[in-house]
């Protein structure tokens, strides 16, 4: 049994992460999607153009980031692959400015993308589709998310203090958010972009109060991306609410 599943992670891993497969998703999307995309690059392609010391890193992990957001939207398993590329570079910018709950989070982020390949892989052999279904949570486990969210962010609150982190309060509810939103895209719940918008908006402000404090290239682009990533957020919900109800509508 351990076998078939390590044989299964091993097979959904080269897909993900094979060159022809990521290329053949990209062409999959439909075409408000493009538009989408499009839109997204060119923002931040612009600001990198006409920020003074703008960061190379930064604006990689944007553009991988909205190409991630966008199959994420579409439930395309190669989202995962994008998704290590901007988790990686974006612990390399929370260490640079000392953001602890960015750091906690993001660290997260890139351990959930070898979970999600596996999950996901599974998911779209079981219904021999190319999209992942989207599922609604019950109440009872609606109730368990949120209690689980509050417990962890006043523990991971006590722990920024102790490091010296900034912005703590805000900062501090990035890696609980983080953890119910990576384990609910993991599944295939619809309720995992409550969590997103929420991480979105905190980063806007957080990415705002950064560019107050120091107006570096680095946090404008940053800010940017997020204002970007929260619109992105919000029709990547939509699409999700929809592919659930045709899901309840065929079982």
């Not at 351990?2 to 044989?7: A, D, E, S, T």
């Not at 999600?116 to 992942?132: H, P, Q, R, S």
Request: avoid cysteine.
């Amino acid at each position: 049994m351990i076998n078939i599943q390590l044989n299964l992670f091993i097979e959904e891993l080269k897909h993900t992460f094979s060159i022809k497969n990521i290329v053949k998703e990209l062409f999959t999307l439909h075409i408000q999607e493009y538009i989408l995309l499009f839109l997204m690059i060119i923002a931040q392609v612009t600001t990198f153009i006409f920020t003074k010391n703008s960061s190379i890193l930064v604006l990689i992990l944007s553009i991988s980031s909205i190409i991630n957001l966008v199959l994420v939207d579409r439930g395309r398993i190669t989202n995962y692959f994008w998704g290590s590329i901007t988790t990686i570079a974006w612990i390399v910018i929370a260490i640079h400015t000392r953001l602890i709950g960015d750091i906690a989070s993001q660290s997260f982020y890139l351990i959930m993308q070898f979970l999600g390949i596996y999950i996901w892989g599974k998911n779209l052999e079981e219904t021999k589709k190319n999209e992942v279904q989207s599922k609604r949570l019950t109440i009872f486990q609606s109730f368990i998310y949120v209690i689980g969210t509050l417990f962890l962010y006043f523990i991971i609150v006590i722990i920024s203090k102790k490091l010296g982190g900034v912005q703590i309060w805000l900062d501090a509810a990035l890696l609980p958010l983080a953890i119910v939103g990576q384990f609910l895209m993991t599944f295939g719940y619809r309720s995992q972009w409550i969590a997103w918008n929420i991480i979105n908006i905190i980063n806007i402000v957080i990415w705002y109060n950064q560019f107050l404090i120091n107006g570096t290239s680095v946090a404008i682009s940053m800010l940017i991306l997020q204002i970007i990533m929260f619109l992105n957020s919000i029709y990547g919900w939509i699409i999700w609410i929809k592919k659930s109800k045709i899901s309840a509508t065929t079982l």
